[in-house]
C-alpha cells in the first residue's frame, strides 16, 4: 500500500490535527519520498515510518511537538540536517538499518538539543573503531546509544518511564501529605476546639444553676410540707387533749351528781 493511502487509512476520519501518533510502518514509498505527510499534523508527537524504502527526508514537514521518530529498515544516507529544521524538539531517534556510514553523517544531529536517545545498529558506521566514545563525544546531549549509555546501562522500555513519571506523581501527592495542613490550619482547629470547650462549659454552669434552683426549691418545698405536717400534728395533739379533759369533767360531773343523790337518801 502506498504511504498516502495509508495516512488516510490512518486517519480512522480523523482530522490530521486531531492526532497525536501515527504509523506506517511497511508501506511503499514513491521514489523514497515521503508523501502525504503535510503540516497539518502539528499535533503529532509519534511518527513511525520503518521499513517504507525511504531513502530522502527532504519531504518531510513541519512537526514541531514531535517527540519520537522511527526511520529503520530504510535507505538514509545522508541529510539527517532536515531533522533539526523540521522537528526540532525530538528526544528519540531510530536510524537503524540505514546506510549511514561516517561520522561526518550523524554530526548533523548536535542540533536536535533535546534528543536523548539514539539508535543507529546494524548501520555501517557501527563497525568504526571506538565508534561508541566518538558518538557520545560527538553528541554530548544523547543518554543512550543503541539502547545504552555510556555504562552500560539499559535505557528503560517506554512504559517504565511513565510508570516512574507516574511514580513521581503519586511521590509529590505523599509528599504533600506528609507535609499536613497548610499554616494556619491547626491554629484554626484549636481555636474551634476551645470555642466548643467553652460552649460546653457554659452550657454545663447553666444547667449546674438549673440544678441548683431545681433543687433548693425542692427542698424549700419539702420544709413548707414539713412544718404544715408538724402543725396538723399539734392540731390533732390539742383536740386530743381537750377530747380528755372533757371525758374527765363529765366524769367528775357525774360522780357528783351520784354524790348528791346519796346525801338525799340519808
Do not use: H, W
Not at 62 to 73: A, G
Not at 128 to 149: C, H, K, M, N, V
Not at 188 to 201: A, L, N, R, T, V
Amino acid at each position: 500500500m502506498e504511504m498516502k493511502k495509508r495516512i488516510n487509512l490512518e486517519l480512522r476520519n480523523k482530522a490530521p490535527e486531531e492526532v497525536t501518533e501515527l504509523v506506517l510502518d511497511n508501506c511503499r514509498c514513491v521514489n523514497g519520498e515521503i508523501e502525504g505527510l503535510n503540516d497539518t499534523f502539528k499535533e503529532l508527537e509519534s511518527l513511525s515510518m520503518a521499513d517504507v524504502e525511504l531513502s530522502s527526508l527532504a519531504r518531510l514537514p513541519s512537526l514541531n511537538k514531535l517527540r519520537k521518530l522511527e526511520l529503520s529498515n530504510n535507505s538514509i544516507s545522508g541529510g539527517l540536517e532536515v531533522l533539526a529544521e523540521k522537528c526540532p524538539n525530538l528526544t528519540y531517534l531510530n536510524l537503524s538499518g540505514n546506510k549511514i556510514k561516517d561520522l561526518s553523517t550523524v554530526e548533523a544531529l548536535q542540533n536536535l538539543k533535546n534528543l536523548k536517545s539514539l539508535d543507529l545498529f546494524n548501520c555501517e558506521i557501527t563497525n568504526l573503531e571506538d565508534y561508541r566514545e566518538s558518538i557520545f563525544e560527538l553528541l554530548q546531549q544523547i543518554t543512550y546509544l543503541d539502547g545504552f549509555d555510556q555504562e552500560d546501562n539499559e535505557a528503560p522500555e517506554a512504559s517504565e518511564e511513565e510508570d516512574d513519571e507516574d511514580g513521581d506523581e503519586d511521590d509529590e501527592d505523599e509528599e504533600e501529605d506528609e507535609a499536613g495542613p497548610p499554616e494556619g490550619y491547626e491554629e484554626e482547629e484549636e481555636e474551634d476546639e476551645e470555642d466548643e470547650d467553652d460552649d460546653d462549659d457554659e452550657a454545663g454552669s447553666e444547667l449546674g444553676e438549673g440544678e441548683e434552683e431545681v433543687g433548693l426549691s425542692y427542698l424549700m418545698k419539702e420544709e413548707i410540707q414539713d412544718e404544715e405536717d408538724d402543725d396538723d400534728y399539734v392540731e390533732e395533739g390539742e383536740e386530743e387533749e381537750e377530747e380528755e379533759e372533757e371525758g374527765l369533767r363529765g366524769e367528775k360531773r357525774k360522780r357528783d351528781a351520784e354524790d348528791d343523790g346519796e346525801e338525799e337518801d340519808d
